[in-house]
């Protein structure tokens, strides 16, 4: 019998989600306490209970959707109730709206029986006020006893208060009294007719019982054929100690209008859209900047690589998103050496949270800014060079210079700790991460027979990214008349040199990492892919890459697999070492646009849309590795977390890689390199942004690509198929 503590499992929950609030239910909306079912909010559980009865009974479920950014409706019946036919006449919907700090719900009970159906509907409530690692971990926290305010129901721990309301007009009356029965009649029956004009009655009780600190709603309802009657109630959090919140005003970027031979691609871009909005956030003590949250429920926070990564893949759909992550981590820049926290003077942080993230097991402990990362501080200077050359305003790049030379800094002088010229990470905490690349799993970093390699690290991936952020950065300094730019052109070309020399394995194809005795990781990872495009490479040791991930080991699933399934490490359901990330796959595809790989970009890009299709056009963070001969379908990764930004923005990169518009704005010319022969037939995108001006961009089925709106100033080049 295993005693350890299981993390929950995520893969069949519904997620109603506005940052920083999020409802996760089952797909029949009740919000059990068991799991990680709840109302969250900016890292905390304030709902761990909602649960509908009818005469005592779960209705059944039919059906569910997710109509809208922060909207859930579920549909159940009643059949015990009504006439006697093999026919339902009594059906419930239930729609759940969640806003930054509320959430609220109608309950729609309606007959089509011969005469008036008269039930008892309640709602069983509950508060813990987990923190979110807890759940995470598995662990759980004491239920919170219910107290009334008002009349209203009410949960307060430290600074946060959780208060529960109906629309009944009745004043709520609650027993605190010890040992109380969940389900007991608690409160005074207020006997409040609602809807009389219609001929339905309704009688609303409030009840509470402090055994599970836990509360009840009832309401007796009378509901006449063909007069449905709608019971509303909500809940609203106050919490002065979150350390994020929901931005004000519409998303920072535009909404492009999709038409596509494959109508899945239309689907995953207008869900993928939807999510994006449900996942903007902004510092509560910095309201003016927005940025993506990483991903429900876990991640629902800043996260330096994984934020960095979402606003580059939306770069075509505009800079203010790209500008708003730039200066949010520029404020929270190191500037100082603390192994704990893991900053370092120039380094772009890692996650953000409200405490110290403590997950209790494993010895992981996270300070509240955590700077344990190897690669946000070269993809923020990557991501001010796309910025730039997308069309940001120069004011604003302007002032991220110091910000981007303090992270210059950073690669020479901390990031490369035993001074070989390759970044890479260890943990001296002993407290932290162990692994600091995106793949942070203690088990990521293996070697092609399955043992693990020991730190430091460094990764593969991380090299390329280094190489293109000076060579960024030269640019940037250059076009700004800083000095510098000759001196990280050298450390790019000599980056490339020593890399050739290290990492190029006798299989042709790159290792994953060097270890701590500078042996190559010989493991087959998709980490390699990230090279493409950076320039790091030839033309030539691109190619060798592209043949190395088309070997069905690799690309055989439904996405790019993140090891090779001829490797020991491999397993399908491994959070690294075999299943299919969506970014992942998604960063791979844009490195094969870029260098004119269009079959295996393609083929990927399948992948996605099948996974898509499995998941409702919600692509999950992660799913397994499975071939896709197994089942026809994609098998989820049942810890996965859905939304998750990085894989929602990754509809607008497929988008990208297919039409291939490469603007530079500042040199006045935009690169038209759609993907040879239009693998993926005929592609219309309209509302894309250069520099604030609206572009749309066609692809005809024969791969002839046409361009509009191009802001005056901007000339078109037409970059042949390589």
Known sequence: MHDHRLQPLLHDLVSTVLAPTTALSGTDGQIRPAGVQGLFHA??????????????????????????????????????????????????????????GVMEEEITVASTAAGPVTCTVTLTLGCDLAPVEVVKSGGAAEPLPPEVTGGELVWRSGGTRVTIHSDTGASAEVSTEAGAEMGAEMGAEVGAEVGAEVGAEVGAEVG???????????????????RPVTLRWGVRVEDPDAVVAAPPGRPEWSRPQVQADDARLERLTRQSLDDLES???????????????????????????????????????????????????????????????????????????????????????????YYGTIDATPLWICLLHDAWRWGMPEAEVAALLPAMEAALGWLADHGDADGDGFLEYLDTSGRGLANQGWKDSGDAVRFRDGSRAEPPIALVEVQGYAYEAAMAGAALLEAYGRPGAERWRDYAGALAERFRERFWLAGGYPALALDHGKRPVDSLTSNIGHLLGTGLLTPAEELRIVRTLTDASMSGGFGLRTMSAADAGFSPLSYHCGSVWTHDTAIVISGLARSGHADLAADLVRGLLSAAETFGYRLPELHAGDDRTLMGRPVPYPAACRPQAWSAAAAIAILHAATGLYPDVPSGRATLRPLPGAPLGALSVRGLRVAGSPVDVTLDRSGTAHVTGLPPGISLLRDPPR
């Open 279 to 369: 996942l903007r956030l902004t510092e509560t003590a910095a309201p003016g900047d927005t940025f993506l949250g990483a991903g429900v429920p876990w991640f629902l926070t800043l996260f330096g690589r994984d934020s960095i990564w979402a606003a580059r893949m939306l770069l075509p759909l505009g800079t203010e998103l790209a500008a708003g992550t730039l200066r949010v981590l520029a404020r929270r820049q190191g500037t100082k050496v603390d192994a704990t926290s893991g900053e370092a003077p120039g380094k772009i942080m890692h996650e953000l949270r409200r405490h110290e993230f403590a997950v209790e097991g494993n010895g992981l402990f996270l300070p509240a800014a």
């Open 43 to 100: 890292d905390a559980r304030v709902l761990s209970q909602a649960g509908l009865l009818v005469d005592g009974r779960e209705p059944e479920p039919i059906g569910h959707a997710v109509p809208a950014p922060g909207v859930s409706r579920f549909v159940a019946l009643a059949r015990w109730l009504g006439d006697r036919s093999p026919d339902p006449t009594v059906r419930l919907d239930r729609v759940r709206r969640v806003t930054p």
């Open 208 to 226: 509470a019982g402090v055994n599970a600190g836990g509360a009840m709603l009832r309401w007796h309802v009378t509901v006449a054929p063909g």
